[in-house]
């Protein structure tokens, strides 16, 4: 058998079990909503394909008919279209965003005939530029006007955008991250966003094209396509994996610099819907240039842990010692450690409180001694980060030659911080927070001047919020946190994406500290008793007697 007659087997099977689990859908009224594949761009999809309006429905049934067929994006929305007035259908905006809501929480209250109200409590929504935000403001009343046209009822007046329930959504959507470099062009950064999966490779390239960065990142990341460069085709075709991105006459003269990191930002993007190669066009001439490299920021596989009095990288029973680092440590009693990507020096947080820099030359720089210190944070320019817990507008960076920089407002609203680190390529920091009284991850873009000096946060972004506590929180790859809140005695571990939903597991009891990997499902965790715990599938316990488990920014490369 061949390896294509293989996969189209595979596929068929998977589809066939899908549609079975599927088919006992609750639906409401008339509408039935089925399933159906189609081939568009190139490669496999699958999208649900609703129904439209049935003779002498009800109001009720139409409003119901109409929300049911939010699930259904091609033409844009053409067969939500169908249930509104024809004069309606020029204003109504279905791509103005998602409100979305847990599976049968929705309440229909037909005030009369001629006026619906639908009531939904939002677990998220997710705007016209695809940029997801949780929910949590409480539940919002949708109002829909009907009239009678040829004796059918027709939907006149209805909020822009579509409702969906949380199942249908993850379905209908899919999370792409959006390629950005940092100020320097060395990294690329995700900024994650939710398009439909019909014509996910339109929607993607359309958006890095002519788009901008989401508006928490705006000053922190940059973009290479220029703001006169735009698309000049509807759609962006796929052949054979291939995207062919058609640009106007004026990318032909831009540097090859810039080209190729036009490139890098498209064949970054676009990866993550299936697409294998990028070609950037002008009329029918190819603009043949490679892409750039970016560094990727990875650590060390290994858990990096303080043991015996001794740092280094736990290889079975053994600790691999960073010798001359592990030597300057003895001298500060550490409570916590996060190392640069060189391995040449630590910001530390002592048992007495106090923050300092230790060097691998045995220099060791007193810097916070404010009360009430979280865990601080190094970043790639070496400038260490620090705030007090109770005073979470009081963000300090701390650079290599000790000059102290205040970036001004902090985290502005929140009561207080139990946790801040900075993302290893040194564009965003994520933090722990009270947003209004209750525990919340919030995320903020780093602005830097020219030397690479932080002088300020972006406005965060509420990315989750928790049901107890926050712990602890750390960096996993380049667009998802993992973090330790408090459920009662109970530890629970969060892997939390910077634009979607946050899965979570129960952790092992007494947890303190996590250390986070390269990829999900690589935490590592520390309890008070110092047992050191791994993720592997379920938490595997590793070593006793660790001291510390130490933070490490990634290597670029």
């Known amino acids: 058998m061949s390896v294509r007659k293989a996969a189209t087997g595979a596929l068929a099977l998977v589809l066939a079990g899908v549609m079975a689990a599927c088919s006992g859908l609750p639906v409401d009224g008339p509408v039935h909503v089925g399933r159906a594949i189609d081939e568009v761009e190139g490669i496999p999809e699958f999208s649900f394909v609703p129904d439209g309006p049935v003779a002498d429905a009800t109001p009720q049934q139409v409003v119901e008919g109409f929300i049911a067929a939010g699930s259904g994006p091609r033409q844009n929305w053409s067969v939500a279209q169908q249930f509104l007035t024809p004069s309606f259908r020029d204003t109504w905006k279905p791509q103005a965003g998602v409100t979305i809501y847990a599976a049968g929480d929705r309440t229909i209250d037909v005030v009369s005939d001629e006026q619906i109200t639908v009531t939904v409590d939002p677990v998220a929504t997710v705007d016209a530029s695809g940029a997801y935000r949780p929910g949590g403001a409480g539940p919002i009343a949708l109002s829909y006007e009907l009239v009678q046209e040829e004796g059918q009822w027709r939907i006149a007046q209805a909020p822009d955008g579509i409702v969906l329930d949380a199942n249908r959504f993850s379905t209908v959507f899919r999370s792409y991250p959006l390629a950005y470099f940092d100020s320097g062009w060395s990294s690329i950064v995700p900024d994650v966003r939710w398009f439909p999966v019909t014509n996910a490779a339109t929607r993607i390239a359309d958006a890095v094209v002519t788009g901008s960065p989401s508006p ?262 380049g667009s998802t946190v993992a973090l330790i809140w408090t459920d009662g005695e109970q530890r629970v571990m969060r892997e939390q994406p910077i634009g979607g939903e946050g899965t979570e597991v129960r952790a092992p009891d007494g947890v303190v500290s996590i250390a986070g990997g390269n990829q999900s499902g690589s935490v590592r965790l520390r309890t008070g008793e110092g047992g050191l715990f791994v993720q592997r599938g379920s938490w595997q316990f590793l070593a006793p007697d660790v001291t510390v488990l130490a933070v490490q920014q990634g290597v670029p490369g």
């Open 216 to 477: 928490w990142l705006s000053g922190a990341v940059r973009s290479a396509f220029p703001d006169d460069v735009s698309l000049t085709q509807p759609s962006v075709p796929v052949d054979a994996g291939v995207a062919q991105v058609s640009l106007d006459a004026s990318a032909r003269d831009l540097p090859p610099a810039t080209l190729a990191r036009m490139q890098t930002q498209l064949e970054q993007s676009l990866s993550t819907a299936g697409i294998l190669d990028v070609q950037m066009l002008v009329g029918d001439e190819v603009l043949d240039v490679p892409s750039v490299d970016v560094d990727e920021h990875r650590v060390d596989v290994r858990p990096l842990v303080l043991a015996e009095g001794r740092l280094g990288f736990l290889s079975g029973a053994e600790v691999e010692e960073l010798p001359e680092l592990s030597a300057a440590l003895a001298e500060t009693d550490p409570e916590s450690i996060e190392v640069d990507a060189d391995r040449t020096t630590a910001a530390v947080r002592t048992t007495t409180g106090a923050v300092v820099r230790v060097q691998a030359d045995g220099t060791v720089t007193e810097l916070d001694t404010r009360a009430g210190m979280t865990a601080p944070s190094i970043d790639p320019f070496g400038h260490i980060w620090t705030v007090p817990a109770s005073s979470p507008t009081e963000v300090v960076a701390y650079a290599p030659d000790g000059g102290a920089r205040t970036l001004a407002g902090g985290w502005p609203g929140a009561t207080d911080v139990a946790a801040m680190r900075v993302s290893r390529d040194g564009t965003r920091v994520a933090a722990l927070v009270r947003d209004g009284g209750e525990p919340a991850v919030w995320v903020a873009g780093v602005i830097r001047d020219d030397a690479g000096a932080p002088v300020g946060l972006g406005d965060p972004l509420p990315v989750a919020m928790l049901a107890g506590d926050g712990v602890e929180l750390t960096w996993l790859g």
